[in-house]
């Protein structure tokens, strides 16, 4: 079972919906990379109105500017494991912000990878 607890790195990678590598979408190329590369976890988040380096707003609100909304794509691990994984995003994220936060994770308990069971109670 993996698992993680106390003092950790949060990267956070803000970039657009619309953002592509390789004719795939680019959070799905990062989320796919930080698992590949043994990380603890990532989810990638839609936002619903935001703006960036370029100051034009994109929101759900208006049909013509929703095409390419906000996403964030988080990754939290240790340090050391979050900082081998950056030159990754280097190489991916072209036009975006990349944050680094210290963060103290309270649990994380991952799949057991014998069983296969993630450690979940299942109802009775």
């Given at each position: 079972?993996?698992?993680?607890?106390?003092?950790?790195?949060?990267?956070?990678?803000?970039?657009?919906?619309?953002?592509?590598?390789?004719?795939?979408?680019?959070?799905?190329?990062?989320?796919?990379r930080?698992?590949?590369?043994?990380?603890?976890?990532?989810?990638?988040?839609?936002?619903?109105?935001?703006?960036?380096?370029?100051?034009?707003?994109?929101?759900?609100?208006?049909?013509?500017?929703?095409?390419?909304?906000?996403?964030?794509?988080?990754?939290?691990?240790?340090?050391?494991?979050?900082?081998?994984?950056?030159?990754?995003?280097?190489?991916?994220?072209?036009?975006?912000?990349?944050?680094?936060?210290?963060?103290?994770?309270?649990?994380?308990?991952?799949r057991?990878?014998?069983?296969?069971?993630?450690?979940?109670?299942?109802k009775?």
């Open positions: 079972m993996t698992r993680l607890t106390g003092s950790a790195l949060r990267v956070t990678i803000f970039i657009g919906e619309n953002d592509v590598w390789h004719h795939r979408p680019l959070y799905t190329e990062i989320v796919h930080a698992h590949a590369a043994g990380l603890a976890g990532a989810g990638v988040f839609r936002g619903i109105e935001g703006f960036g380096a370029s100051s034009l707003i994109h929101t759900s609100r208006l049909l013509s500017l929703s095409e390419d909304l906000p996403v964030a794509i988080v990754i939290v691990d240790t340090e050391e494991r979050v900082r081998a994984f950056l030159p990754q995003l280097d190489e991916l994220v072209g036009e975006g912000l990349v944050i680094l936060d210290d963060c103290e994770v309270v649990r994380y308990a991952g057991d990878t014998e069983s296969g069971k993630t450690g979940k109670k299942g009775r």
